[in-house]
């Protein structure tokens, strides 16, 4: 029934570009109309499992390194769900945090803390802020839904020689610690290739840059290397993915709040 | 080859015309290259480990250079719908300010409670349309028991809030950024006082005051312009006055004033084309040499004056007065020039700067004056009307005077240079930049109101260093942070503590119900760094502990907000907190740093070095006296009158303020290098006098007569350009300016009242054979 709603839904998205294109489109339309392919195009992988390392860079040069293992589950017509689990630093193995998003709903978060055997719930007004101490904030790593935003078609552009769409997308929440974003995505496959992050005085903030795709089940890309970079403090995190397989057999049995404790 | 050179600029005067002015427009096209740093780094040199210290600190937390707003309602009390509205409209306003990366104040601290079991982390005051007395009284209590807030974003009585926005500024010793650090400087300082004047209009019964980095590099900035604006021209006009007053001669005035203002737009160009660049203190390169430069024209005019008065021709008369003038006028730029030079020792950048260019310019200016000056004066008509001997009288009556009580003199010459030794020992080093902006600055009012009702303006950062991975999450690390941080708010010179053990107990409060009881540190590694995680996972942007911590938590930064004291109380307290590290956590590297520290050991390191500079300039002025005189005697006999001015003008400002920064460091070298100059026309009189065989009480007379009334001259124009230098609003330069008009000053008086009667005591013995050739 679902699969049937997006096929529906791209058809008539389909027909919407033909018609726009004859008559000429306004920037909005371009840009949701990229948007909503790049959404397209990353649907239906279920579900993710993936071992990851976050090397955290200071303006000195220093680096210090983070490892978790990420669960993601794909949510149909919503944000998708996904358990993180930290192992490393030592002093906090065993950490995990849990966290449903949301289409156009905040996204809820809860975190399990072994040496207290507690889970806390974290309230998302925070998803502007870094996720364990990395130039990664919440919100860069949820998962993307076109809802969250609104877009602008800008111009055309080669990154590292790939041709690009660029598009402005301006979160909807007031809570984003954003005030827009610029995303080249590749025209060939719809994949992001840099984004800019604006602060919310509209100053540059940060620079994502992805890095390594890979196809996955012949039809999904996945970088295996992202690159943020702030411009303002000279920091730097690189997120890279070590290992990463799809159809694991994960439900949403092994995404809930009660069975966080029992997370490895 | 003296008289040939002569020769050709009086019968070439177009061409010596032509040929220094292109050598003046070849210059002034350096002045391109020239750009000004604002920043108060120009005071480091890249190396100074204070400055390293703290770079380095920067790097690994994050950079704290700040700009405050300090809100003051009039009613005393901020806990009222008002000014707690106002408060958080400007907190979120202030996101806005060019450069921010964050902002602190009470309404958007990082509140934290327990909920049920959940940890709530929260802006104290979230939503400022449903302010009612429940949540003023919430507000108030949370904040005025809160030791993170208290003498930091709030004062201990309640009735004064800051608003602390961390900027990131451009590094501004790199050459190409300087021009835009010191625009954003400017730019971030304009808007937040645009920013709080929009809400004096809608909250008229509230004072805003701007305070922290930013408004300290802006008050440099404005002082520097205000100097630049106020000083030159006060300078030129003065410097036209006084010629007019001497020379009485349009022609004459109006050639000096061209020789200062090529010598000057020369040095600046060639500043540029060496690389220069422009700060606080080398933007008054222009006055200085200005000051220095009219004396030089002065001598070869009145010369000039002189002959053509006793009937020479113009072109004899121009070329008498170089003839006679060149040494001379050589010796004392040189002399000066080299005191100004040995600044070189100072460890200050821009104190090294501003003696190269001062240098460079009293030798440019010299050059101007035996070479474009009389081809000048031989071009211009000249209107000749000079008569002094009015003055001259004036002059003699002093020199009869002075050798008739020379007896009394001296003894009395001796107890003022005691008494003044004496006093000048209750002088001391006092380096605080924000004492370095008189009361009348907007800046100083603002740190003066804030350490008033609030805390004092300098900070000391101490990055504790573990050197292990999660190192302060370890339980015995954590207690030594704590009881160091007790330790620091313990000591008399301490306002504030801001330390992450608070945090880490007031987490542990939290994940016990709130339990007052738990307001300790977690006892387990593991507790303490889940705790944090947690707490990190909900802070909202830029509101992060990367201001405290470094990434991977083995180092921790507690930053001390210290009351407005001596620099000496500032090295003193860090020394004493890095005692207190290794004796009770050996295990912690500590590294102190912050501007205050910084301006705290430079003027004390400066200080020794700029003695042994004015050891140097001793040195090398003594011989080139020697040289100048070719005696011995006289060499040895100058030292006394070239260094009792020093001692008794340092003695004068011990009784007048006792704080030696480091403008007043560079006064030894460089007044003696000035002051030097009247000695030797004094004393190259006096052997003259001599040598053509009259007494000393003659000889006195006669350089009296010969040098008196120039050397008074020089000095009231050199005493009136450092005293325009001490009216500027910077007291690096002012204090500079008035302890050297005060030297000068005080030459002239011992040259004319100690230095004859000195020379009656020591020039006996020709005395005696000047009696027997006269009874012969």
Known sequence: ?264 | MKALWLKAIISHSWLTLILVLSFVIVSVIGAKNLYFRGDYKVFFERDNPQLVAFEKMQKIFSNNDNAAIIIAPKSGDIFNQKSLKLIKQLTDEAWQTPLSSRVDSITNYQHTWAEEDDLIVEDLLLDETSIDEQLIDRIARITISEPNLVKRLISDQGDVAVINITVQLPDASIPENAATAAQAVVEIADYIVALTDSYKEKYPDHNFYHTGVVYMNNAFITESKNDVMTLVPAMFLAIVAILWLMLRSIAATISTVLIIFTAIISTMGLAGWFGFFLSTATVNVPTVVMTLAVADCVHVISTMLLALSQGKSKSEAIGYSVEQNLTPIFITSATTAIGFLTLNFSNVPVIVDLGNLTALGIMIAFLFSVTLLPALLNLLPLKVKINNSNNKTKLNGIAYWVTRNHKKLLPTSVIIVIASLYFSTFNHINDVPTEYFDQSTDFRQATDFQQANVSGMSTIDFALYTEVESGINSPSTLKQIQSFATWLSAQSEVDHVATISDTFKRLNKNMHGDDQAYYQLPDSQELAAQYLLLYEMSLPYGLDLNNQLDIDKSATRITVILKNLGSKEFTEFEQRAKQWISANAPNITVDAASPALMFAHVGEKNMKSMLVGALVALIIISCLLVFALKSWKMGAISLLPNLIPAAIGFGIWAIYSAEINMGLSVVLSMTLGIIVDDTVHFLSKYQLAKKLGSSTEQSIHYAFNNVGYALWTTTVVLTIGFSVLAMSSFRLNADMGLLTAIIIVTALIVDFFFLPAFLMLLDKSKNKTQLEINRA
Not at chain 1, 17 to 22: R, T, Y
Not at chain 1, 49 to 63: G, P, T
Not at chain 1, 128 to 154: C, H, I, N, Q
Request: charged share 30%; net charge positive; glycine share 4%.
């Open chain 1, 1 to 264: 029934m679902k699969r049937a709603s997006i096929a529906i839904s791209q058809v008539l998205l389909a027909l919407l570009m033909i018609s726009n294109s004859a008559y000429g489109q306004t920037p909005e339309q371009k840009g949701l109309e990229i948007a909503t392919e790049r959404k397209a195009r990353d649907i239906g992988w279920q579900d993710s499992y993936a071992d990851a390392s976050m090397i955290l860079r200071n303006a000195q040069q220093q680096e210090t390194i983070r490892k978790i293992r990420i669960k993601s589950l794909e949510i149909n017509n919503d944000g998708d769900k996904s358990l993180t689990i930290f192992d490393r630093p030592r002093d906090v193995k065993g950490t995990a945090f849990l966290s449903f998003s949301h289409a156009t709903t905040p996204d809820e978060q809860w975190i399990y803390l072994p040496a207290l055997k507690r889970v806390k719930r974290i309230s998302s007004r925070n998803k502007s802020g870094p996720f364990m101490g990395s130039e990664f904030a919440f919100e860069d790593l949820s998962s993307f839904e076109v809802e969250k935003y609104t877009y602008r078609y800008l111009r055309d552009e080669k990154v590292n020689g790939v041709d690009c769409f660029v598009i402005e997308s301006d979160p909807v929440d007031k809570y984003s610690g954003y005030t827009r974003q610029v995303n080249w995505i590749d025209k060939a496959h719809y994949r992001a290739q840099k984004v800019d992050f604006y602060d919310r005085k509209n100053a540059l903030l940060k620079t994502l840059t992805l890095l390594n795709y890979q196809l996955y089940l012949d039809q999904y890309w996945r970088p295996l290397k992202m690159v943020m970079v702030n411009h303002q403090t000279g920091k730097s995190t690189d997120f890279v993915t070590h290992n990463l397989s799809f159809k694991t057999g994960l439900t949403e049995k092994d995404f809930n709040k009660a069975t966080l404790k029992r997370a490895k």
